[in-house]
């Protein structure tokens, strides 16, 4: 069993309720457009972090993360990128990969809207965990964690603070 924070969208700023909710997680990760490479520093400074850039994120992001980061974690494949998309109006690049890997759990960020929904088509979980940055269209500033155990995702939780 495994504790995940995800986040997005930060922008170069990590606000300070956002580490309080992560607290007792085991990872933490990061679905792009961190702002800068000290968010990284920050993050994997508390707990072990994967991330994937953005399209804000300049070369010193670029160098140490991919675009795609296709991974398991306990028994569920998970696929995770900057732009995405959701069911139904995937991003092309993210379609074929979904379609090719047949990801159970698939997080993406650039939207700034919070979004969980299940796909019955491909039989995942999509997570897009908004924008946790003071910058961009979003009203509040939100996080999403939640357990992977064995092959079950479960007690997802929101964290949705004003901007």
Not at 26 to 41: C, K, L, P, S, V
Request: net charge neutral; glycine share 12%; with cysteine.
């Amino acid at each position: 069993m495994i504790k995940i924070g995800i986040l997005s969208d930060t922008h170069g700023f990590v606000h300070p309720r956002i580490l309080d909710f992560f607290g007792m997680v085991d990872e933490i990760w990061h679905a792009g457009d961190m702002g800068n490479i000290g968010i990284a520093r920050q993050l994997s400074g508390i707990k072990p972090l994967r991330s994937v850039y953005g399209n804000i994120d300049g070369q010193d992001v670029r160098i140490e993360y991919p675009e795609f980061q296709k991974f398991l974690i306990e028994e569920v494949t998970v696929l995770m990128t900057h732009i995405g998309g959701y069911p139904g109006h995937y991003d092309i690049r993210a379609r074929i990969l979904i379609e090719q890997d047949k990801p159970m759990l698939f997080v993406c960020g650039h939207s700034h809207i919070l979004k969980v929904m299940y796909d019955k088509k491909y039989g995942l979980l999509h997570i897009n965990p908004g924008a946790a940055g003071r910058y961009g269209i979003h009203k509040s500033i939100t996080a999403v964690r939640l357990i992977i155990d064995g092959n079950n995702m479960r007690d997802l939780e929101v964290m949705d603070i004003p901007k």
